[in-house]
């Protein structure tokens, strides 16, 4: 059989990749690693290759930055000659960015099977980019992955039931994996990222959030997005955002450190879809800023609450939360996303399914 390629770009997917790379290769498959370059600084990319121990891209499509369009064009005529080339047996595409919606259309149209690794989570909001492309996605996919139930219903609501399957989170596996190599000190801060769309393209949301964290109680330690960084220059905010005394920039953070921040955090405050959900393997809470809800059960057990930092009732609400945060002990996490064996679970599934 030809190669299984996996196309990833984007921070997350390397995370999510690492897992499922280590279970092929150690069932002996062959694997052919395409990055798209969407994600290109090395604290971006290349430190979570080194950290999770998986092998350089194959290739790099070096799509680099740009509008929707441009990213999802640019990867798909790439990738286009990447799969002719190559003609892997199978494409496994990963989560929701444009890299991943370029991997769906542009593999589809060569007849060649994909797999979706967390597929079916729906926002039921269109407005929100990464909901287009899981929709394309798992339509155009032969092979769904739902990291939860509400995920798993969404996929049958569309038609989808058939060729999707409940597997849980697979960033749960990496996060286990990389959990016992750090020391763990709790609740000296409040972790904190940033760089949604919804909450970067606009000066006011900008400076409402920098305004909303300087009222939490505690010292934030913010890994920055570059995204993040680049709009709060050029809206002129970056003085505001260095000003702010509980507030301590950092530059992005590989996925060793960025677990050892998750361990030591009361409260976890992010527009992030991975990080909301880890939140509940790391043991803090969540201010999710972002009026979506991606994580049905978090959601209604309470542990993610959403705040809208441009909403004074919303804004007094989290306050509230906050000041009650502390670190939750693993007995007490609710556990929603499988038990850590989602890898497993997939291959054997895709063995079964005579994909691989
Ligand atoms: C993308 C995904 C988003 C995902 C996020 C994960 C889409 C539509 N969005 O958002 O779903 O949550 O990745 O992090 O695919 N930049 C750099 N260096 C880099 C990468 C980006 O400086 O290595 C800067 C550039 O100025 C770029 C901006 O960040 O224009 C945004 O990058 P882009 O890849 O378009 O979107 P993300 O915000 O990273
Ligand atoms: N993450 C990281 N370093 C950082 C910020 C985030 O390793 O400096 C991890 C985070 O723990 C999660 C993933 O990157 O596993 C989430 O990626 P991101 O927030 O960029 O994208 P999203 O999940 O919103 O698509």
């Known amino acids: 059989m030809n190669e299984i390629m996996h196309l990833v770009g984007n921070r997350p997917q390397f995370i999510k990749l690492a897992p499922l790379y280590h279970e092929l290769q150690n069932r002996g498959y062959k694997q052919y690693i395409v990055h798209s370059g969407q994600h290109y600084d090395a604290s971006m990319s290349e430190i979570f290759f080194q950290e999770l121990n998986i092998p350089k891209p194959n290739v790099n499509l070096q799509v ?20 002719q080339k190559q003609k892997p047996s199978l494409v496994i595409l990963y989560g929701d960015t444009d890299t991943t919606l370029a991997g769906a259309v542009a593999t589809v149209k060569l007849h060649i099977p ?3 690794v ?9 407005d929100n980019p990464e909901e287009c492309n899981r929709i394309v996605t798992d339509h155009l996919s032969n092979i769904i992955f739902c990291p939860d139930r509400s995920a798993m219903q969404s996929a049958e609501k569309e038609g989808l039931a ?6 849980g989170d697979i960033m749960y596996d990496t996060f286990l994996s990389v959990r016992g190599r750090n020391n763990i000190s709790h609740d000296e801060i409040i972790l904190m990222t940033w760089h949604r769309q919804e909450n970067t393209a606009d000066k006011d949301r900008m400076r409402s959030i920098l305004r909303f964290i300087q009222r939490l109680d505690g010292r934030i330690v913010c890994p920055l997005h570059p995204r993040t960084r680049k709009y709060l220059r050029e809206f002129g905010l970056w ?23 998750m361990n ?25 800023m972002l009026g979506l809800d991606l994580w049905d059960d978090l959601v209604s057990d309470g542990w993610i609450v959403k705040v809208d ?27 929603y996303y499988g038990d850590g064996h989602t890898a497993a679970k997939i291959v054997d599934l895709l063995e079964r399914h005579s994909l691989i």
Do not use: W
Not at 68 to 78: F, K, P, S
Not at 162 to 167: A, E, G, H, I, K
């Open 162 to 167: 058939d060729r999707s399957y409940l597997t």
């Open 64 to 83: 680099g930055s740009g509008s929707h369009a441009e990213i999802t064009g640019g990867v798909m005529l790439a990738l286009e000659r990447e799969l």
């Open 114 to 116: 994909i797999a979706h």
């Open 264 to 288: 030591r955090a009361k409260l976890i405050v992010t527009d992030s879809g991975g990080l909301s959900k880890e939140s509940s393997y790391a043991g803090a809470k969540c201010l999710f």
């Open 309 to 335: 930092p441009q909403e004074p009732s919303s804004v007094n609400a989290a306050l509230a939360f906050a000041n009650q945060a502390r670190h939750i002990p693993e007995e007490e996490r609710p556990k």
């Open 239 to 261: 003085q505001e955002a260095v000003d702010i005394d509980n507030l301590e920039i950092i530059e992005p953070v590989g996925y060793i450190e960025m677990v050892s921040l």
């Open 118 to 126: 967390e597929g079916g989570a729906r926002t039921h909001n269109r």
